[in-house]
């Protein structure tokens, strides 16, 4: 049975994000519920009592998020777990992340308003980059639904053996989704191996099973190019490797996929 960890700080938000993990993750998974809450700089003595109130006061809220998701949904009795950690978000998901046996991560990401250029996830980000367990980023304006269509960003390699990742195959194969999987080149090297008739999907796998379609762009802004064949493709969620590969290194290493986790205003579910 799957092992969700779903960082809380009980804003609406933060809801979101665990009403879409039940929604794509369902019953026959377990959840875990985590505030990290931080203590301010005191004096050893206040310090402990600070942070006894401050766990006390966190573990109320979780068992009260606990609540409501059971009321709304009794199937998921014995299935919620909440922890209280001391420190940071991206801290207190690494600490459990030591001591626990998650499978994935789904947490909110909030967007900001007028002229900033960084727009939303700078803890989703950090946490894409740190962990090695796929994260779900839920952006605050998401849809509560299982996604139809999940853009995959692939490398050549992906294309050549005609296969998905691990971790994309299994959710793909739970909610029944269309993969489009877009493969962003640099201008000028529409040519280069993975494009070519003799490679794209001629691997052992030719990704069988998996309802898809395969695109490929020319572009030397990856993100640019991604977030607008999202929009021209009613595209739901968008799915993103983060390790380093030669030319997939430049094209979706880890700086690229935090990017988007800073832009997409859809679901980005990152994995190595």
Avoid at 52 to 58: G, H
Avoid at 156 to 164: A, F, M, T, V
Avoid at 230 to 255: P, Q, W, Y
Wanted: aromatic letters at 6%.
């Amino acid at each position: 049975m799957p092992n969700i960890l779903i960082p809380t700080d009980f804003s609406d938000n933060a809801n979101k994000a665990i009403s879409y993990a039940v929604s794509l993750f369902g019953t026959d998974s377990n959840y875990t519920l985590v505030n990290g809450f931080e203590v301010p700089h005191s004096g050893a003595t206040m310090l402990i009592s600070i942070a006894d109130i401050l766990e006390k006061d966190a573990l109320q809220l979780l068992n009260d998020s606990k609540g409501s998701l059971i009321s709304n949904i009794p199937a998921l009795v014995g299935k919620v777990d909440v922890r209280a950690v001391m420190g940071s978000p991206d801290v207190a998901i690494k600490k459990l992340l030591a001591t626990g046996d998650f499978d994935t991560i789904v947490m909110g990401t909030k967007g900001a308003t007028g002229v900033k250029e960084v727009l939303i996830g700078s803890v989703a980000a950090n946490v894409i980059g740190e962990v090695t367990i796929p994260v779900i980023a839920v952006p605050e304006d998401t849809k509560v639904e299982s996604p139809k269509k999940i853009l995959f960003a692939a490398d050549d390699q992906c294309l050549i053996e005609g296969k998905l990742p691990e971790a994309l195959q299994t959710l793909v194969s739970k909610i029944d989704a269309e993969v489009l999987i877009v493969n962003v080149v640099p201008e000028g090297e529409g040519g280069h191996a993975g494009s070519s008739n003799e490679q794209k999907g001629r691997g052992s796998g030719a990704f069988e099973g998996v309802k898809h379609s395969i695109h490929y762009i020319e572009s030397n802004d990856v993100n640019g190019a991604i977030e607008e064949f999202i929009e021209c493709n009613d595209v739901h969620m968008v799915a993103m490797v983060t390790r380093k590969h030669d030319l997939f290194s430049r094209l979706f290493g880890r700086s690229n996929t935090k990017a988007m986790a800073m832009h997409t205003h859809i679901p980005l579910f990152a994995f190595h």
